[in-house]
């Protein structure tokens, strides 16, 4: 099975700075993905950034990129320029390439202060 | 944007009756999930849903949970005899594959308390 590890329920950054979100997570699995998902307060839950463990590279979308570190199992989230659409519960996921389904974290609500 | 709706956005029932979340996927969408959250812990996933059956459930997913597909743009989750533990966030979300290569979107949630 998958575990995936959120160890900050609350985080908060000041618009325009850069905020990084942590997450560990383990597997016994040698092919999977990562994910970071974003819900604003009372939509839908929206995928952010999405990294496959078999890249070295750290994937980047725009203001988010991850660091995403195999060896250590560890996987953060970095917003730059913070916005305060930013302002969500975020949610780091695995999902094996053979499984079906999603083990998500406990998610980190993120404030952001105009 | 195609998007997951989930209806209603808060339900409120008494332990021991039935309950039933609805849920519209995005319509080419072939696969579907419910998960669920109970406050201040994981997301967990409850089941999958393709071809009109289930395709994985989870130990959650006992006999008093059940999913269907009544009429082709649906996808509800019923269940049976409400405890005080059903109590969570439930999220319904679809894909047009499995795996992870084909993007899950996800609805907004209900929020389910049981009293």
């Known amino acids: 099975a998958q575990t995936v590890t959120q160890s900050q329920p609350e985080m908060s950054v000041q618009e325009a700075e850069t905020v990084t979100l942590s997450c560990t997570y383990d597997t016994s699995e040698s092919d999977y993905y990562l994910f970071w998902y974003k819900q604003p307060p009372s939509r839908q839950m929206i995928l952010v950034i999405r990294?496959?463990?078999?890249?070295?590279q750290n994937a980047t979308e725009n203001r988010f990129s991850v660091n995403f570190q195999k060896a250590a199992k560890s996987f953060s989230l970095k917003i730059s320029d913070s916005q305060l659409g930013d302002a969500a519960m975020y949610f780091c996921a695995v999902l094996t390439n053979t499984g079906n389904q999603f083990y998500f974290g406990t998610g980190t609500s993120l404030t952001v202060i105009p | 944007e195609p998007e997951v709706t989930q209806t209603p956005s808060h339900q409120v029932t008494q332990m021991g009756q039935e309950v039933i979340l609805r849920c519209v996927p995005i319509s080419n969408h072939l696969y579907f999930y419910w998960y669920r959250q109970i406050l201040g812990q994981k997301v967990e996933f409850l089941v999958s849903f393709y071809n009109n059956e289930i395709s994985e459930k989870s130990e959650i997913f006992d006999d008093q949970f059940s999913v269907e597909r009544p009429d082709g743009s649906n996808f509800t989750l019923k269940i049976r005899s409400t405890k005080l533990e059903d109590s969570a966030m439930y999220f319904c979300a679809s894909s047009t594959d499995r795996g992870p290569l084909a993007e899950a979107f996800f609805g907004q949630g209900t929020r389910l308390t049981v009293v």
């Open positions: 990294q496959e463990a078999y890249k070295q």
